[in-house]
C-alpha cells in the first residue's frame, strides 16, 4: 500500500497497541502476535507495537498496518519512544507503515532538539509515514510544521507540563482536528467504547486503544481497585 491507501485503511477505525515491557507478565513477542491476531479478529483496523522483534512476530499473523516504536531509555533524556535515528533506523528496515516518535518539547538525548532530529529523519526517509505523540496544542502544532504526516494525543498527561490533564484528552483532540491540516490520531486514557465513540467523533482520523484491551494485569488492578474496603 501507498501512504494514502495505509490512510484510508486505518481511517475512522480502532488501532490496538499491543505492547508488554520486560517487567510485565505479557513480555513476549510470540504472546503479542496473539494479541495482534486476537485484535484483528475483532475488528481492528491497525496495530501499534514496540520492539523490531514484536513487530517481526506480529507481522507473520497480522496484514494490518503496523504503527511501530521501539522504547528505549537514556539518562540524559525522558524521552524514550523512538528516541534517536538508530531507533528510525530499525524500524523502517522491519518495514513498519507509521514510525511513531515522542514529539514532545524536551530535549532528546545528547541534547538534540526535535527539529534537528526531525530534519535529519526526514532527509533520510522521505516516503515515510511519521507520527507525533503530543502532549500539548504547541507541540501538535510544531510537529506539523516540522513535517510530521500524523499527530497524535499520546502523551497527554505524561509530560511535567501537562500532568493531571483529564484523559481523554478530548479537548486536545478537537482542537488539533480544528486548526491542524493533517490525520489526527486520538490515543491515550481511552477505557470504554463509549470513550472511543466520543472520540471519534471530534473529528479524529482514527483512535489507539491500548491498555484496556491488551494488559490484563491493569485491567486486573482497575477491577480490584473497586473490592477495597468491600464488605464480604
Not at 78 to 100: K, W
Not at 108 to 115: F, I, Q, V
Request: aromatic share 6%; glycine share 8%; net charge negative.
Amino acid at each position: 500500500m501507498n501512504n494514502d491507501e495505509i490512510l484510508k485503511s486505518i481511517k475512522g477505525g480502532l488501532i490496538v497497541s499491543c505492547q508488554a515491557l520486560p517487567d510485565e507478565p505479557l513480555h513476549s513477542s510470540y504472546i503479542m502476535s496473539r494479541m495482534a491476531y486476537a485484535a484483528a479478529e475483532g475488528g481492528a483496523k491497525g496495530i501499534r507495537a514496540n520492539t523490531v522483534e514484536d513487530i517481526t512476530e506480529i507481522k507473520r499473523v497480522v496484514s494490518l498496518p503496523i504503527i511501530g516504536i521501539i522504547k528505549k531509555v537514556f539518562d540524559d533524556s525522558d524521552v524514550y519512544i523512538t528516541p534517536t535515528l538508530n531507533e528510525v533506523d530499525a524500524l523502517c528496515e522491519c518495514g513498519v507503515e507509521i514510525i511513531a516518535v515522542d514529539a514532545t518539547n524536551r530535549k532528546r538525548p545528547g541534547g538534540e532538539s526535535l527539529a534537528d532530529f526531525f530534519k535529519k529523519v526526514r532527509e533520510k526517509y522521505p516516503h515515510q509515514l511519521f507520527m507525533a505523540d503530543t502532549s500539548c496544542f504547541e507541540e501538535g502544532k510544531t510537529a506539523r510544521e516540522l513535517g510530521f504526516d500524523i499527530v497524535g494525543t499520546t502523551m497527554s498527561g505524561y509530560t511535567e507540563y501537562t500532568r493531571g490533564r483529564s484523559l481523554p484528552d478530548f479537548e486536545l483532540m478537537e482542537r488539533y482536528v480544528t486548526e491542524l491540516d493533517c490525520p489526527v490520531i486520538a490515543e491515550g486514557g481511552i477505557w470504554t467504547p463509549e470513550q472511543l465513540k466520543t472520540a471519534l467523533n471530534t473529528g479524529v482520523h482514527c483512535a489507539v486503544v491500548g491498555t484496556a484491551i491488551t494488559r490484563p494485569r491493569e485491567i486486573t488492578r482497575k477491577f480490584a481497585k473497586e473490592t477495597e474496603g468491600s464488605i464480604l
